[in-house]
């Protein structure tokens, strides 16, 4: 993708969902390409079901690519149900957990003391975090779905607040913690505040899916975006995608209308790319390059009806319908990957990997259970995939 730079730029930022509580690293190409076994395992093996979540048996029938190996970093119990994850510049990986998640639908005891933000680390080079620590915990601290650290400062973004924690003395706990934006509907819910990104502009970057609504600073004074206009259903429809200075302050809203918009990738020109989930079950799953300030067609940008209401000009299927890409102003999708749950993306701009995943997205999705790339290439003021 020439678009991209060709320099070494460190990805510092993964994020795969991982339901087996499981954390590693692993990498997958497209599929047309020839993929094979991890292990030795055969991929029919039969596991009993008290055994399929075992630590064990994470990597039974996982399929790679030739050239990488996959091997777990951390298990159970070291940490519980992650959400996500980010590296800094030590290397060491930073977790937030979601223990308290939903825990009725599991017959779960909630953990009073809160979810924890973890730091992992390998300290003797062997490619397992052996060593943990808990950077914080608290009973606010509920169910947290993004992580973004910034040197001393650590964003924990967890519908209905984003908060931003302080480790001043550099001994790897929190010693204050303020608010950075409050007000953000979707707590205990996959659809609120997602994890923020830090932009080539030395901007933040970040978004919310249909159930966060709107955005309140620490004041819990309702947000105005770059028009002086409140950020909020009578401006925007659904999820939406922004960006701000570190202190928060000089919000732009750079695009609203999709439904669960996961966390947004940034490349080192200051492209912007995301995945969105469909309604469960339409085979609608979609990659966006974000045109700023656009409208991406979950909703009727009129009425705010659904893709099931009768219009005039409907799309010829119910994936396209899904996101009205026959109404006049929706940008248009970059690519449709069908049925899936996807959980974000990096756009990977080092040279490790092999050369199919060098300056490409890598895209994470536990619907099918695969992590891809797509290729992208330039098509006139757009791309294409």
């Not at 005891?109 to 992992?120: H, Q, S, T």
């Not at 914080?136 to 931003?164: D, F, T």
Request: charged residues 25%.
């Amino acid at each position: 993708m020439n678009h991209y730079s060709k320099r070494c730029l460190i990805t510092v930022k993964i994020v795969i969902l991982l339901l087996p509580v499981v954390l590693f690293l692993k990498a997958c190409t497209s599929a047309s390409s020839k993929q094979v076994q991890n292990s030795n395992f055969s991929i029919d093996t039969v596991i009993p079901e008290n055994q399929k979540h075992l630590a064990e048996n994470a990597l039974r029938g996982l399929l790679v690519v030739p050239g990488l190996k996959v091997q777990t970093m951390a298990t159970e119990p070291v940490l519980i149900n992650p959400t996500n994850i980010d590296v800094d510049e030590h290397g060491r990986v930073w977790v937030t957990e979601a223990y308290n998640y939903r825990f009725q639908i599991n017959n779960n005891k909630p953990r009073p003391e809160g979810d924890r933000i973890l730091i992992l680390e390998d300290k003797d080079g062997d490619g397992r975090l052996e060593t943990s620590k808990v950077f914080y915990q608290g009973p606010e601290v509920n169910a947290p779905l993004g992580i973004s650290v910034l040197g001393n400062r650590v964003l924990v973004s967890q519908s209905p607040y984003v908060w931003a924690f302080y480790d001043d003395n550099g001994d790897d706990k929190a010693d204050r913690k303020e608010i950075l934006f409050q007000g953000i509907g979707g707590e205990q819910h996959d659809h609120g505040m997602h994890a923020f990104t830090f932009g080539p502009d030395g901007k933040l970057y970040f978004n919310f899916g249909n159930e966060g609504k709107t955005l309140r600073d620490k004041n819990n004074k309702v947000v105005l975006d770059q028009d002086g206009d409140e950020i909020g259903p009578e401006k925007y429809r659904e999820g939406m995608i922004f960006r701000c200075d570190p202190d928060g302050s000089n919000v732009e809203c750079l695009g609203n209308n999709f439904r669960n918009n996961y966390e947004v990738a940034v490349d080192s020109y200051g492209g912007i790319w995301q995945s969105d989930n469909d309604d469960d079950g339409n085979r609608g799953v979609r990659i966006n390059y974000v045109m700023e300030y656009g409208n991406y067609g979950f909703k009727d940008e009129m009425t705010g009806a659904g893709w099931q209401a009768k219009r005039t000009n409907l799309e010829d299927s119910i994936p396209l319908r899904h996101w009205h890409l026959n109404d006049p102003g929706v940008v248009p999708n970059l690519l449709q990957t069908g049925a899936g749950s996807p959980t974000g993306m990096v756009i990977y701009e080092g040279s490790l990997l092999p050369m199919p995943f060098q300056n490409q997205m890598i895209h994470s999705d536990p619907g099918p259970n695969v992590v891809r790339s797509y290729p992208v290439k330039k098509d006139g003021a757009g791309y294409t995939a």
